[in-house]
């Protein structure tokens, strides 16, 4: 992997974080549509179901999820599905094609056995007092906190994928891609100019914090490289700057992002990059 990391413009970002910003995880037109059962929802939801380059398990999608998929085909946002790109514990990311663009679809589990990774990064943040144990309230905040992390990383500078939509538990967002297949992360490629990646992630980290946050699970897995630039990418978890484990979770990326640079042969630390991160001058 060569080339030069070219930064991001950042705009004008104000205040600390978007802590104190609604995030609504009442019903939303999906669980109505789910309910309702109309017939063209119907004949949506087993055309879908039975197209060969989308299996659906039903463990995965329960009804209001299949509802959320059509209400953001009647918006526009996605006009036909192709294949999987990645599938993981807590959700499934698809392609879809949004006019001549390809888009990704992520689609978070409802009934996922184990919320427990999730809840350490919700609870303590104002804005999601009172979800309780509810699973399908705890997956919607947290596809919305991943929307609105992803917009303020935006605004800061960082490049991340655009956010596009959210409806439940489905988000949809820019297709990081290199040559038509998904960008490969940095544990995947030759890092040919680590001198120059390290400052670049560095400085994304610094902007991120400056922006009222923290990423929360950074590292070489988390980065992907397109077209002369390091995208950072899953920020479902990443908390504001007054979380109660924001600093824990500050010194955890710095360290994995240090020893990944370390073994790229630079004298890096995680002290060192923490201390870069949190200056006001960076």
């Known amino acids: 992997m060569t080339g030069e990391f070219e930064l991001v413009e950042p705009e004008a970002v104000d205040g600390v974080g978007d802590e104190w910003e609604e995030i609504d995880v009442e019903d939303t037109e999906a669980d109505r549509i789910a309910r309702q059962r109309d017939r063209e929802f119907s004949e949506f939801r087993k055309r879908i179901k039975n197209t060969e380059r989308f299996k659906l398990e039903e463990s995965v999608f329960d009804e209001a999820t299949y509802a959320a998929i059509y209400k953001l085909v009647q918006d526009g946002y996605i006009d036909a599905f192709g294949g999987p790109i990645s599938t993981g514990k807590e959700a499934n990311v698809y392609t879809a094609k949004a006019g001549d663009e390809t888009v990704a679809v992520k689609v978070y589990r409802i009934n996922a056995s184990d919320f427990k990774d999730m809840?350490?990064?919700l609870d303590g943040d104002p804005r999601f007092e009172g979800i309780g144990q509810d699973k399908r309230k705890v997956v919607m905040a947290w596809v919305r906190k991943e929307f609105a992390n992803l917009k303020r990383a935006q605004k800061a500078g960082v490049r991340v994928p655009n956010p596009i939509a959210v409806e439940r538990n489905v988000l949809v967002m820019e297709y990081i891609a290199t040559d038509g297949d998904r960008a490969k992360r940095l544990s995947e490629v030759d890092v040919e100019?680590?001198?120059?990646?390290?400052?670049?992630?560095?400085?994304?980290?610094?902007?991120?914090?400056?922006?009222?946050?923290?990423?929360?699970?950074?590292?070489?897995?988390?980065?992907?490289?397109?077209?002369?630039?390091?995208?950072?990418?899953?920020?479902?978890?990443?908390?504001?700057?007054?979380?109660?484990?924001?600093?824990?979770?500050?010194?955890?990326?710095?360290?994995?992002?240090?020893?990944?640079?370390?073994?790229?042969?630079?004298?890096?630390?995680?002290?060192?990059?923490?201390?870069?991160?949190?200056?006001?001058?960076?």
Do not use: W
């Not at 500050?250 to 060192?272: H, I, K, P, W, Y």
């Open 119 to 121: 809840r350490g990064y």
């Open 193 to 282: 100019n680590p001198e120059t990646a390290y400052e670049v992630v560095a400085e994304y980290m610094r902007r991120l914090y400056d922006a009222g946050l923290v990423h929360g699970d950074l590292s070489e897995y988390n980065i992907v490289f397109q077209d002369g630039q390091l995208v950072v990418i899953d920020l479902g978890q990443a908390v504001t700057k007054h979380h109660p484990n924001a600093d824990e979770f500050l010194e955890r990326d710095c360290e994995n992002v240090a020893a990944f640079f370390s073994r790229q042969g630079m004298a890096a630390t995680g002290e060192e990059l923490c201390e870069f991160v949190v200056s006001e001058d960076g």
